[in-house]
């Protein structure tokens, strides 16, 4: 049987000013500056509660930032090395933009909501292996949070267009072509150009589901979706 209208729509800008933008990607819209309520995990496995005052950002990705101790009340500087994992939780608008999907197409290929599985609470960022690279680690935001048991899809540091603050954030648009993603603790680089040749057959092989596809079906621009129902309706 064909499947068809695989089409997941997540807006990228959601402002409630005159500003109204709206991009078509398809996981959580990367943010470019960080403040907040924080929780920090170190290499050497200290725990760090507190409220994150800057973040520096490269086209490396995040850089470092500054977090003011919630017991202690002391502000350290950490640079991305040093950091395990980072956790900020998100505030109102990206409770309210982070994604937006085609209910109708997705109860045609997951009998799970989409919208439920979505943690929209925090932004979290992992400390991730450089793919092909040997010892070369960044920190990056994950981007599919709520739905990443089996991939772990990451934001590809580079440069990002259509930035837009609010709440205390930035965050970018611009459809990305590239992203890093994780699996049983492996990382690979995905490409919109191999997407559909490789990556697709890569990433989704042992789902049954998914390899039922039609080429056709097997867009870029549907990798969450993908990435979803491999999540919830494949073994």
């Known amino acids: 049987m064909k499947t068809r209208g695989l089409k997941l729509l997540i807006c990228a800008m959601v402002l409630s000013f005159a500003i109204s933008t709206t991009q078509a990607q398809q996981f959580l819209t990367p943010v470019s500056t960080l403040t907040g309520d924080a929780m920090v995990e170190t290499t050497d496995g200290k725990m760090i509660e507190g409220d994150i005052r800057t973040a520096f950002f490269s086209g490396k990705g995040l850089k470092s930032f500054r977090i003011k101790d919630a017991e202690t009340g002391d502000v350290t500087r950490f640079k991305a090395e040093e950091v395990k994992s980072l956790r900020i939780k998100m505030d109102g608008w990206g409770k309210l933009a982070t994604y937006a999907e085609q209910t109708s197409s997705l109860q045609k290929m997951a009998t799970a909501d989409f919208d439920e599985a979505v943690d929209r609470e925090y932004i979290y960022y992992h400390t991730v292996k450089w793919p092909g690279k040997k010892d ?39 459809n990305a072509k590239k992203y890093v993603v994780a699996i049983d603790g492996k990382t690979y680089m995905v490409e919109k150009g191999k997407y559909k040749k490789e990556d697709f057959d890569m990433l989704f092989s042992d789902c049954e589901k998914l390899n039922s596809l039609e080429k056709s079906d097997k867009e870029w621009d549907e990798m969450a979706l993908h990435v979803f129902v491999n999540d919830t309706e494949c073994e």
């Open 136 to 174: 070369k680690f960044m920190l990056s935001q994950l981007l599919n949070p709520g739905f990443d048991n089996k991939i772990k899809v990451y934001d590809y540091p580079g440069k990002k267009t259509a930035s837009a603050g609010i709440g205390g954030m930035t965050v970018v648009g611009g």
